[in-house]
């Protein structure tokens, strides 16, 4: 089945740094990925949705200075955290589907980035 | 806020039992979709289910879809210890992007 590769699978950085975060489709090519955040005990939460070879679509709320997003390729998205603070401590989790399947058919989704902020 | 609306919040049963979640939503969707995700990990796709079908099974799973409710139900069948977890709908318009419910979290005793 498809892949999606998520890196790292957990990073803890120092308050005031940058992190990024990595999703790649593997074995199919994905014009859109989207980016859910996940707090303890709380459900998924989309923060934006990663357009190839152009700017992403934030969701209300979200701060796009914070949450860089760069979708250079059809199986690169990446997800920067900029002056990272303990609140932006999540669980970063990203999903792309394949464009080649068609709209009707599941997202996959990374394994996910537990991001601890100390 | 999230489209979709799980029940129960928690649910905690025998080994062997089965249990039953249950997953509303808002808004016309093109398909919806069951997750598990074990305490902090990713998710694991359970099952698709597209707005034209009404039911569908793998393995102990069940899925049912009722467009007319807005509503989808998830079935485990002869449940295992180690099917504690969360499970969580997720609802797509179409575009690609899930909208998940608040998620059941299944406690199974062995």
């Known amino acids: 089945g498809a892949v999606v590769s998520q890196h790292p699978s957990w990073v803890i950085c120092k308050s005031g740094t940058s992190v990024k975060i990595e999703c790649r489709s593997l074995?199919?090519?994905?014009?859109?990925m989207f980016w859910y955040r996940q707090f303890p005990k709380q459900s998924l939460m989309l923060m934006a949705t990663s357009n190839e070879g152009s700017k992403a679509t934030y969701e209300q709320g979200v701060e796009k200075d914070k949450f860089l997003i760069n979708h250079a390729s059809l199986t690169l998205s990446t997800l920067t955290v900029t002056s990272a603070h303990p609140e932006d401590s999540s669980f970063y989790i990203c999903s792309a589907r394949d464009r080649v399947r068609g709209r009707n058919t599941e997202a996959f989704f990374g394994q996910g980035t537990r991001l601890t902020v100390v | 806020s999230q489209q979709g609306e799980e029940d129960p919040q928690a649910l905690s049963i025998q080994e062997g039992e089965n249990a039953t979640m249950n997953c509303s939503y808002k808004t016309s969707i093109n398909n919806l979709q069951w997750y598990r995700q074990n305490s902090g990990r990713g998710l694991v796709h359970l099952i698709l289910?597209?707005?034209?079908?009404r039911e569908k099974h793998s393995g102990r799973l069940r899925v049912t879809l009722d467009t007319s409710k807005k509503s989808s139900s998830l079935l485990i069948t002869a449940s295992r210890a180690a099917d504690t977890a969360s499970y969580f709908c997720a609802t797509d318009a179409g575009a690609g992007k899930s909208t998940f419910g608040d998620g059941t979290t299944l406690t199974v005793k062995p």
């Open positions: 074995d199919f090519q994905a014009t859109t």
């Open positions: 289910i597209r707005s034209n079908e």
